[in-house]
């Protein structure tokens, strides 16, 4: 098993410009979600999602779309890219099938820096 | 609304010397905790969650409701537990994290 696959690992955007982050996770995990890691702000739930065409907002949602048409992938989308949105993105995923085991698998991060 | 506070940005420590990583959370429930930790340029990976009450790399952490804390404790830091180590806790259906404390240990 791959894990959590993340795509780009790097991505350069110019102000204004879009773009999709790409994750993809082979665990048959129902539970996805996508997080933002910044200095001094730890990381911050952007969106999730409990299965399949089902999507919430988390902490940060702003400026982000998600999708969710299947349960292997997750995507989050800038719609028009701003400077304050230059993070290091998380893709994470987990089972619901184990009672008490809300453990979450982390991909392995998207540096994205917006100018 | 769930909060997990790590008050602290910075604990540099010795080689050697105990290490105790403080974690404060407010939940209205009963809470699930864990510990994740992230090392230099690597992705997040679970340390330890409290419904296990194991000992991973020689780190425990107690959850204590009175004083709802879930700090964690090593007693002789080794160098290659420098790290970022980030409490979290499981509610309403998402995972809630702390600003994460910087553990550097120093030979």
């Known amino acids: 098993n791959a894990g959590v696959t993340q795509t780009p690992k790097f991505q350069v955007l110019k102000t204004g410009q879009s773009m999709t982050l790409q994750c993809a996770q082979d665990m048959n995990h129902e539970y996805m979600s996508w997080y933002r890691q910044d200095p001094g702000m730890g990381l911050r739930l952007i969106h999730y999602?409990?299965?399949?065409?089902?999507?919430d907002q988390g902490e940060v949602p702003n400026g982000y779309n998600v999708s969710r048409s299947t349960t292997e992938d997750f995507p989050l989308r800038l719609l028009s890219a701003a400077p304050s949105q230059t993070s290091v993105y998380f893709c994470a995923s987990r089972s619901t099938g184990l009672a008490g085991a809300n453990v979450l698998t982390f991909g392995a991060g998207s540096r994205l820096t917006v100018l | 609304a769930q909060r997990v506070t790590q008050p602290e940005k910075l604990l540099s420590v010795f080689k050697g010397a105990p290490v105790e990583l403080k974690c404060n959370y407010s939940y209205s429930g009963s809470p699930e905790l864990f510990w994740y930790v992230q090392y230099s340029r690597q992705r997040l990976q679970l340390l330890l969650r409290?419904?296990s009450r194991e000992s991973i790399k020689g780190f425990t952490a107690d959850l204590n409701k009175g004083e709802t804390s879930f700090h964690l404790k090593k007693p002789f830091a080794q160098e290659e537990d420098s790290a970022m180590y980030y409490c979290a806790l499981w509610g309403y259906s998402t995972l809630t994290f702390g600003k994460g404390t910087m553990l550097l240990v120093s030979p």
């Open positions: 409290h419904i």
């Open positions: 999602s409990v299965g399949a065409g089902i999507t």
